[in-house]
């Protein structure tokens, strides 16, 4: 796969639609290109993370280490990216992610994302914007969830 | 030392300046005779043609008497040539002689300083002074006799010459003198005054520049590089301004003395002549004394000249020499001493009576310390930073002399051993990691260079100085000890054979868990020369990882082998080209397509305009991708393939001409844009721009390179091949022989992970760290990280097995995980021998069997840790983290 291909998959992203495209193939320049065989762990839970992946091709499944063991959490498909959390607040990974079908990503490293960030404002402000929604969502289940708890809660009293 | 420079030259060379006055005596007579001969020739041989011409009592004609003469002379001024060479030389011996006698006691003076002086001292000034101002000192030891016999006899000789022609003009002659003698030393004084000045400024310079090395990294990031700029402008402004005032005063005393001397002509006229109208003296006379006085000028000007340096010479020496004094220098038998036994420190007691440690300023550090401790023990010391701590490991360890009380270890003043019996049971680790130049095994066995080592089977002669080496460090003086003998004392650790010491080197690498580093420091080096054997056996190790790698398909797709027939997508341009590795800078990777050869090959297969092409394609991505980045971007030193400087050059190139018409550059332009692509690896910058068609003509350049190599380019690179060892290339390249890949999934760890398994099958890994050991760490060790240099300062004593071990925060620079870890390890290593270590983490204090709390110079309790855990002073959450 060359750079132009990558860059395309890049821009294809919802995170990177609006920033410049000069921008994204230095993104995409100064990026790995990583490939994983089917089963291959992209990263794992409670490891240091140094790095995010832009899926470019194939998918993924996302665990979660609970008291009951592993649970299936995500399943991340193309132009998905993940393992930016532990990126950018520095946080040890918080899912395992393992590659069901053989996987092309881009691997940007966390100096390159936080460089990213930091120089171009309007990757910052998608950023910001991305990381809203999901917290939004996220917020919106955990009500959900509560609500529910709360539910089952009274039924059983 | 001695006071002055007098009696330094009396002391250690009066031997050598008699003979040097001696010879210079000695030159005399035939400096006299070959001026009388002349007058003898003139007037006898060819003045006087009766004869008779007798010589030494043999009756000669007068041609045979002529040549005689003459021959006579030639030998007068070969002997006095010949003398005045050997007195030349032998001066110059002399002078070198005391010179390295004088900057060998200023070194010794150095190692004798009390540590806590150093604080005081300027590093850039001790090397001023030892180095540059010392140059001066030896050149006038070699003149001082010899300068004041030679043109003082030369100067009486030719006055009383003067004096008996006529009293009257010889008088004249040294009428000025006088004046001379007054007031030229009252101007020298004054230029020597300056002259003190400008030593110290230039010493100040000399310090400016080290601190300026030395906090290079604190001016960047501060970004104070202007002001340093200024600072050192004003310093050299200094400089100058004295020079100025020197020059003025100097050119004054050669004004006065030039005109006095002129002055002796206009007293030769005037009185001389006078003379002569009144027919007092002959006009010959008149002429011989004005011949004569043009002969007095020039010893008279060295002798002036050697009072300006003597004064000169004797301030300098007075002022170095009174850098170097110090009331508490350690006395030299301390240093080097072996007299005397040491106590044993495996077990007993360590005993400190009443120790207290004054500051320069009188404060107190340490005071009435008391304790009794039970060897073999681990004890901490806790407290606040600044409470005493590590004044008492260092006074402990031996290295700081106590103001007051004592230090014993079973009845032995710890301050009274010599230091290489003390430095034998304690060592000392602080928390700032110092090591030395050379490679990490140099400073692993450092500590055990106290001695040169005798008698061993390999090494029969202690002292293996050569019989000429040791002649001259006999006669200034200096050590006999030679540098290159065998200095390291294997035999004290019981360790005779050389797998015993790799192996005691390997275990004190991995207490402090650098023996990965210095292995993966290994697979990076080169075998080193006289371990050929080994190629061999790293062979047997390649050929079991082509098979490993062949027999199982989720590992050969992380590495691509070399193959002489194939282009390796993950490796440069210029490495598939070269196939090899350059030895010597003939065929440099980065600057390959510049040398003649190589383009000659390019030319043959036609590539250099495909690769111009490409490398003009790169060129324009590279000003697209970087052209908004900040010059300073740490991308451009990761990524681009120009730097920033050269961007501009490459962008006019773009837009003067397209990719079709690139013909039309100038040649350097062209070779500009051929250099590019040279750095490209094709799985790694996935740029498409070295297509199969490129790379199968890369590979029949690589062949033609090969074929065709001349022989005089034989030796320049060390080709890969499957079947054989490439010494040039790193142990892992001959290994693996080939490249881990990109854009696989960890890779690099699976791959190493490999490497490891399959050195340690084939009894290797501690080949690879024997290797690793050899690598050169640069000055001061600085191309190893801070951790890794206290780990290698920690390793460094751990092998050399103390019985004492003192530690002040030896582990505090390491990471917080490997921290804990770290001081595990030494704990159990030093198991069954004593440690005292000032933690700057209270908490680790549980791990000892005996803490002792210091606050304010005084110890404030001490006991088991949970003894002194109780103690109120100490404010609890401090041990909240170790229950």
């Known amino acids: ?157 | 030392m001695e006071p002055t420079i007098f009696r330094f030259i009396l002391k250690y060379s009066w031997r050598q300046q008699l003979i040097i006055l001696a010879l210079t005596l000695l030159s005399f007579p035939p400096l006299y005779y070959s001026l009388e001969l002349p007058k003898l020739i003139i007037n006898r041989a060819l003045g006087d043609p009766d004869g008779p011409w007798v010589l030494f009592g043999y009756d000669l004609d007068r041609t045979h008497y002529l040549f005689a003469l003459c021959g006579l002379f030639l030998l007068l001024v070969l002997i006095g040539g010949g003398l005045k060479y050997v007195l030349n030389v032998y001066a110059g011996i002399v002078a070198e002689r005391m010179l390295r006698r004088l900057r060998y006691q200023l070194y010794q003076s150095v190692l004798r300083f009390p540590l806590a002086h150093f604080r005081k001292v300027s590093q850039g000034e001790l090397v001023q002074m030892i180095n540059a101002e010392t140059e001066a000192l030896g050149g006038f030891v070699g003149d001082a006799v010899a300068v004041p016999a030679f043109q003082g006899g030369t100067l009486l000789t030719i006055l009383t010459f003067m004096f008996m022609q006529d009293p009257t003009l010889g008088l004249a002659a040294i009428a000025l003198y006088p004046l001379q003698i007054y007031f030229v030393p009252k101007l020298q004084r004054q230029v020597n005054e300056l002259a003190k000045q400008r030593i110290r400024q230039v010493r100040r310079n000399a310090e400016r520049i080290s601190e300026t090395c030395t906090a290079i990294r604190e001016i960047h990031t501060h970004g104070t590089a202007r002001y340093e700029l200024a600072r050192f402008s004003r310093q050299l402004g200094e400089i100058f301004w004295i020079r100025f005032a020197i020059y003025k005063k100097k050119f004054l005393i050669k004004f006065l003395n030039n005109f006095i001397a002129q002055l002796g002509p206009f007293f030769f006229f005037s009185i001389g002549g006078w003379l002569v109208i009144h027919g007092d003296i002959t006009l010959g006379a008149l002429v011989a004394v004005v011949a004569a006085h043009k002969d007095l000028s020039a010893p008279w000007k060295e002798l002036l000249t050697y009072y300006q340096n003597l004064y000169d010479v004797r301030v300098k020496y007075e002022q170095t020499i009174s850098q170097f004094v110090h009331p508490d220098l350690q006395p030299l038998e301390r240093l080097v001493g072996e007299s005397g036994s040491s106590p044993s420190f495996s077990n007993g007691v360590l005993k400190v009576t009443d120790l207290t440690l004054k500051e320069d300023s009188g404060e107190n550090i340490l005071e009435g310390i008391a304790l009794e401790l039970t060897l073999p023990a681990h004890i901490a010391l806790i407290g606040p930073a600044g409470g005493g701590r590590e004044e008492l490991s260092l006074v402990l360890a031996g290295l700081v002399s106590p103001s007051a009380g004592r230090v014993t270890v079973n009845g032995v003043a710890l301050h009274e051993l010599s230091e290489p019996l003390r430095a034998e049971k304690i060592a000392f680790i602080a928390n700032q990691p110092i090591l030395l130049s050379g490679t990490i095994a140099d400073n692993l066995v450092y500590g055990l260079k106290r001695r040169p080592v005798s008698g061993s089977a390999g090494n029969p002669a202690p002292h293996g100085l050569q019989p000429r080496e040791r002649r001259e460090a006999l006669a200034s003086g200096n050590s006999l000890d030679d540098p290159n003998a065998e200095w390291i004392d294997w035999e004290a650790l019981g360790l005779s054979a050389p797998e015993q010491r790799l192996s005691a080197m390997i275990h004190a690498l991995r207490v402090v868990a650098l023996d990965r580093d210095v292995y993966a420091l290994g697979l990076k080096g080169v075998l080193p020369p006289g371990r050929e054997e080994l190629a061999s056996r790293l062979l047997e190790a390649r050929r079991a990882m082509r098979a490993r790698l062949a027999s199982d398909p989720r590992l050969s797709r992380l590495v691509e082998p070399f193959d002489p027939e194939r282009y390796n997508t993950n490796a440069t341009v210029a490495e598939n080209l070269l196939f090899g590795h350059p030895v010597g800078r003939v065929f440099d990777l980065h600057r390959l397509p510049a040398h003649p050869y190589v383009r000659s090959i390019l030319n043959e297969v036609g590539l250099i305009d495909d690769l111009v092409r490409v490398g003009y394609r790169l060129a324009e991505m590279m000003v697209e991708l970087f052209a908004n980045l900040p010059a300073d971007h740490e991308y451009y030193r990761q990524f681009s393939f120009i730097a920033p400087d050269d961007l501009p050059f490459f962008k006019s190139i773009l837009q003067r001409t397209t990719i079709d018409r690139l013909d039309r550059l100038k040649s350097h332009e062209r070779d500009r844009l051929l250099e590019l692509p040279f750095k490209l690896v094709v799985a790694r910058h996935r740029l498409g721009l070295i297509d199969e068609e490129l790379q199968h003509r890369i590979l029949s350049a690589r062949r033609r390179f090969r074929e065709r190599l001349p022989p005089s380019y034989a030796g320049a690179v060390a080709f890969f091949d499957p079947e054989r060892y490439n010494p040039a290339a790193s142990v892992q390249e001959n290994v693996l022989f080939g490249k881990i890949v990109y854009g696989q999934a960890q890779a690099h760890e699976r791959v190493h992970a490999l490497l490891l398994e399959i050195l340690a099958q084939h009894d290797l890994k501690d080949t690879v760290i024997e290797i690793g050991l050899q690598t050169d760490c640069g000055v001061g060790c600085s191309r190893l990280s801070l951790p890794q240099r206290q780990k290698l300062a920690i390793a460094r004593e751990i092998l050399r097995r103390p019985q004492m071990l003192v530690l002040h925060e030896a582990t505090a620079v390491l990471d917080a995980i490997e921290r804990d870890a770290v001081r595990s390890a030494i704990l159990n290593e030093m198991k069954g021998r004593s440690v005292i270590w000032s933690l700057e983490d209270h908490a680790a204090a549980h791990q000892f069997d005996h803490v002792i709390v210091l606050e304010r110079g005084r110890v404030v309790a001490q006991g088991t840790f949970a003894e002194v855990r109780e103690h109120a002073r100490i404010p609890p959450p401090v041990f909240e983290a170790a229950s």
């Open chain 1, 1 to 157: 796969m060359t750079l132009r291909r990558e860059l395309e998959a890049l821009r294809a992203i919802p995170l990177f639609a609006k920033v410049d495209p000069t921008r994204l193939k230095l993104l995409a320049f100064t990026s790995e290109h990583v490939e994983f065989e089917p089963g291959e762990l992209v990263c794992r839970q409670g490891d240091p993370g140094d790095a995010a992946y832009i899926l470019l091709e194939g998918e993924a499944d996302v665990f979660v280490d609970t008291p009951e063991g592993q649970v299936r959490v995500a399943r991340l498909k193309k132009d998905d990216i993940v393992g930016e959390i532990a990126i950018l607040c520095g946080v040890p990974r918080t899912a395992t992610v393992v590659a069901t079908t053989h996987l092309r990503t881009l691997k940007i490293a966390k100096q390159g994302f936080l460089n990213l960030v930091t120089q171009f404002p309007e990757v910052a402000v998608e950023v910001m914007q991305e990381l809203a929604t999901r917290l939004y969502h996220t917020t919106q289940r955990l009500s959900e969830v509560s609500l529910k708890l709360a539910q089952t809660k009274t039924s059983r009293e």
